[in-house]
T-cell receptor, first 114, second 115 residues
Framework: ETGVTQTPRHLVMGMTNKKSLKCEQH?????MYWYKQSAKKPLELMFV???????ENNSVPSRFSPECPNSSHLFLHLHTLQPEDSALYLC?????????????FGQGTRLTVV | AQSVSQHNHHVILSEAASLELGCNYS??????LFWYVQYPGQHLQLLLK??????LVKGIKGFEAEFIKSKFSFNLRKPSVQWSDTAEYFC?????????????FGQGTTLQVKP
């Protein structure tokens, strides 16, 4: 058990669909992250939230829309995705940004866009 | 640009063999360094980390890594691997105490240990 829970674990969606990924952390952390893991590519940061405020957007297309209503929950809203967006989406949390802290990862959502 | 390079993409060892996985990074300034492991079907979990101090750090399950600043390296080692060490290993870096939280990852190394 990692303390970071992601749902759903698997998602198949059409290019015209709208869906959301959910992440919840039970570690009392204040920073949350979305990463993308594509086949044969390094994990790539998408967004950073610190105390509910977005502090980094790594040039992510607007068809990915994050939401952080509180320090424990993070969502990734998806709409009009492309097949190349199929990947494993990982959520992570840490005590905060800007310090000597480590990130704790969820198990990920395996997304397939058809 | 900031980057992390893992030299070995796929390593196959027999049980009891010694392991060394290479990791080099390109990053201006102080760094925090990490090795994460992903066992089949499981989440990424931290093996060990370096923030400051002794450049030889010990982690879980008998793993250790050495930070060599002059070589921009943070290689992972284990004297004697077990079948249960079969997994994917990721080296990662962020920018020291003033970092934004962003981790830069290497491409990963798949380790297969034969019983």
């Amino acid at each position: 058990e990692t303390g970071v829970t992601q749902t759903p674990r698997h998602l198949v969606m059409g290019m015209t669909n709208k869906k959301s990924l959910k992440c919840e952390q039970h570690l009392g952390h204040n920073a949350m992250y979305w990463y993308k893991q594509s086949a044969k590519k390094p994990l790539e940061l998408m967004f950073v939230y610190n105390f509910k405020e977005q502090t980094e957007n790594n040039s992510v297309p607007s068809r990915f829309s994050p939401e952080c209503p509180n320090s424990s929950h993070l969502f990734l809203h998806l709409h009009t995705l492309q097949p190349e967006d199929s990947a494993l989406y990982l959520c992570a949390s840490s005590t905060r940004t800007g310090g000597n802290t480590e990130a704790f990862f969820g198990q990920g959502t395996r997304l397939t866009v058809v | 640009a900031q980057s992390v390079s893992q030299h070995n993409h796929h390593v196959i060892l027999s049980e009891a063999a010694s392991l060394e996985l290479g990791c080099n990074y390109s990053y201006g300034g102080t760094v925090n360094l990490f090795w994460y492991v992903q066992y089949p079907g499981q989440h990424l979990q931290l093996l060990l980390k370096y923030f400051s101090g002794d450049p030889l750090v010990k982690g879980i399950k008998g793993f250790e890594a050495e930070f060599i600043k002059s070589k921009f390296s943070f290689n992972l080692r284990k004297p004697s691997v077990q079948w249960s060490d079969t997994a994917e290993y990721f080296c990662a870096v962020n920018g020291g105490s003033g970092n934004t939280g962003k981790l830069i990852f290497g491409q990963g190394t798949t380790l297969q240990v034969k019983p």
